[in-house]
């Protein structure tokens, strides 16, 4: 089922707008990740895609259908809260025939096709335990089989991982992404963990403040972020964030003291206030017929394993590099570095609109 949202509005009382004007298309059988800083609207939105809120001005379309009035009962969704919410007084598999007991469906096809979810999540053997006797990843398979046995056209997903452990967050997100392509149900995800967002999703609206700010396959935003907030908001580390003006077709740091002369700055206006933005694995030495942007000294080396981060100043601001080791390059070593193709960009100081 493909879902649009036509300039879906949610003010909630005190004028606090929580979504402005927001527009999109989820398409049929595509995971989605709603992520954002907390207060974005994130969790607003899927509440207003379940019929929980209202929205207070737009439409809400499931294929050609228009579902904005419609209670949540009425939508044929499943939701999957944060917190499980679990029954305790009832075994995995009566919690998980629960929704189809509501709908009056017969109980040997409540049973059949709750363990078939179950089997699909991996909770089979454990279908006569309560829910205090699960783990935490144990009782979220419970909650998506719950949210999946009534085959729902949609599947929300409100923050699923945010209670569990790191390394069993990794396993459980790549279980509901093979889950989710299993049974190809059109899947929104709210997370405010970039790497869970650009793991397992197809695409990410990405929100501030209740306003998209940009959405694209989770790859193409990052090679491609629309402003600046978004440059800054994907990537571990975070990328090097340098402010400063434009000088004679050059970037010069606000402090005056570094310059990077780099040809695509090459027609921004003179004078003008920018960021200049660089993620970390797109600074490197510069090898014999590159483009030498700057000249800088390497203030700290730090071995992790594979990789190897450096810190270069730029005047007076510590900037983060992996540069390539082939280049042996130590500590109070002085370099001239060059940019890659992809990972360098400036936008505007003020509205942080993309320039390069």
């Not at 969704?77 to 009832?90: E, K, S, T």
């Not at 510590?318 to 370099?335: C, L, M, S, T, W």
Request: proline letters at 4%; glycine letters at 8%.
């Amino acid at each position: 089922m493909q879902v649009k949202l036509d300039h879906v509005t949610k003010e909630f009382v005190g004028k606090t707008i929580a979504i402005n004007d927001f527009s999109a298309t989820i398409k049929e059988g595509q995971l989605v990740a709603l992520l954002g800083p907390s207060g974005c609207g994130k969790s607003t939105m899927l509440y207003c895609l379940s019929g929980i809120y209202d929205v207070s001005g737009g439409r809400i379309y499931f294929d050609d259908k228009d579902v904005t009035d419609l209670s949540p009962d009425q939508r044929n969704i499943g939701l999957v809260f944060q917190n499980y919410a679990l029954y305790p007084h009832m075994t995995v598999l009566e919690n998980s025939c629960f929704p189809l007991e509501i709908q009056k469906v017969e109980k040997s096809e409540r049973v059949r096709r709750a363990t078939e979810m179950a089997k699909l999540v991996h909770i089979d053997e454990y279908l006569d335990r309560k829910p205090s006797q699960l783990s935490g990843g144990q009782q979220q398979r419970v909650a998506i089989a719950r949210a999946l046995v009534k085959r729902p056209q949609l599947l929300l997903l409100d923050e699923p991982l945010s209670n569990l452990d790191a390394r069993l967050r990794i396993e459980m997100r790549e279980e509901i992404r093979r889950i989710q392509q299993e049974t190809g149900v059109t899947t929104v995800f709210v997370t405010h963990d970039q790497e869970e967002a650009m793991s397992i999703s197809d695409e990410i609206f990405l929100m501030k403040k209740g306003v998209k700010q940009q959405i694209a396959a989770p790859q193409d935003m990052y090679d491609e972020p629309a402003n600046c907030f978004v440059a800054d908001f994907l990537g571990n580390p975070p990328i090097n964030k340098v402010p400063g003006y434009i000088k004679d077709g050059k970037f010069v740091t606000e402090e005056g003291d570094f310059t990077i002369t780099w040809s695509k700055l090459a027609g921004l206006d003179e004078g003008r206030k920018v960021y200049l933005s660089m993620r970390s694995e797109s600074i490197d030495k510069a090898a014999k017929g590159s483009e030498v942007v700057g000249n800088v000294k390497v203030t700290n080396v730090y071995t992790m394993g594979k990789e190897i981060l450096y810190y270069v100043a730029m005047g007076q601001h510590h900037v983060r590099a992996y540069i390539d080791p082939d280049f042996e390059v130590k500590k109070d070593d002085q370099i001239d570095i060059t940019f890659k193709k992809k990972g360098v960009f400036v936008f505007d100081f003020e509205t942080g609109e993309r320039l390069v």
